[in-house]
């Protein structure tokens, strides 16, 4: 091979560390193809010579070079060689790897489909033989774990509610998964915490707010949740999984009924819907009379203010809630928990 093309090589080879390392090539590997790469051919006494390494230390090296396309022989008696131009070793490699993988995810699609058989191989058919319907879990790195997984076995989406204090860590989900969270209204008021919850949803999570909710919940789909079982006096981080059964269907149908209560977060802040979560004590008890159906006059009456100031306040409170009459106004304050 002659200095000239050799150089070229060198050139085409300088930078291409990374390729090399993602490649699998090891350090003395990478010197001994570097010295075929300076001067070619060699045999294996001239390429020990020039790594300054023993030829029995090269010998596994070179077939492994060989072996993977990097290096040839002159010819199959001969012991002198020649180095692969590395654009067409690492094509090689590339197309080797990507083989590899596709193979890797039919066995990935196969082990998904054959999940409920084997389950029940191993565990015995849940809705037949499992009388413990939920399983506790306990201890914080666990408990974080467990919530991990439910939202890593969702195929469709995962639901979310987040009560106070909000977890610091994402939830890593499958590609094109939806994610929905209802989180505390409260998480709002702390800069940092708003921050977050805009993060996620500038990542696609579709969000809402209650003022309080109930429970953290983590639901996969339709067919796993993890509860936790927080709560005052309790100093222990813990919760249960619930498989299914009809008690995770009544968790399906919470979760699907506080989404409707609650409201939905705008894609700049609560701009438009933060008054709905700040009237006042008058607007409050105004909207607690509405929801008992009393009319106007009597509304007045009770709060001991005019006709047309318990009209004007009717009026401001159904736009701030979207309701088109005044008594879907109450109604709408009443399931969003606001009275």
């Not at 200095?3 to 350090?27: Q, S």
């Not at 012991?79 to 690492?90: C, G, I, N, S, T």
């Not at 994610?179 to 579709?206: F, M, S």
Request: charged letters at 30%; proline letters at 5%.
């Amino acid at each position: 091979m002659s200095e000239r093309h050799d150089t070229a090589l060198c050139a085409k080879f300088d930078g291409m560390e990374f390729l090399l390392h993602v490649a699998g090539i090891e350090p003395l590997e990478e010197r001994l193809y570097r010295a075929l790469l300076a001067t070619s051919p060699l045999s294996l006494d001239g390429i020990a010579e020039s790594v300054g390494a023993p030829v029995a230390v090269l010998r596994g090296p070179l077939d492994r070079l060989q072996s993977i396309g990097f290096v040839t022989a002159l010819s199959d008696e001969s012991d002198q060689f020649v180095p692969v131009p590395p654009d067409l070793a690492l094509h090689l490699v590339v197309s080797q790897e990507e083989l590899k993988l596709r193979q890797r995810l039919d066995e990935l699609s196969r082990l998904r489909g054959s999940a409920p058989r084997l389950s029940r191989q191993l565990v015995g058919d849940v809705r037949e033989t499992r009388e413990d319907v939920v399983h506790l879990v306990e201890g914080a790195p666990l408990v974080r774990q467990k919530m991990a997984d439910v939202a890593l076995l969702a195929r469709t989406q995962v639901r979310r509610l987040e009560p106070l204090p909000l977890m610091d860590e994402e939830l890593d989900t499958q590609t094109d998964v939806v994610q929905r969270a209802i989180y505390e209204r409260g998480a709002l008021d702390d800069p940092a915490l708003l921050d977050l919850v805009q993060r996620r949803q500038l990542r696609g999570e579709d969000v809402r707010l209650l003022p309080h909710p109930p429970a953290r919940i983590v639901l996969a789909d339709d067919d796993l949740a993890f509860v936790g079982l927080e709560g005052e006096g309790n100093d222990r981080v813990r919760g249960v999984l619930v498989h299914p059964s009809p008690l995770l269907t009544a968790v399906v149908t919470l979760v699907e009924l506080l989404w409707e209560r609650a409201i939905p977060l705008d894609a700049g802040g609560v701009t438009g819907r933060e008054d709905a979560w700040r009237i006042s004590d008058d607007d409050a008890a105004l909207l607690r009379l509405l929801a008992a159906g009393l009319k106007d006059q009597a509304i007045a009456r009770h709060l001991g203010i005019g006709l047309r100031t318990v009209v004007r306040r009717i009026g401001n409170l159904s736009r701030t809630l979207d309701a088109e009459t005044r008594f879907q106004a109450g109604l709408q304050a009443a399931r969003r928990g606001l009275l």
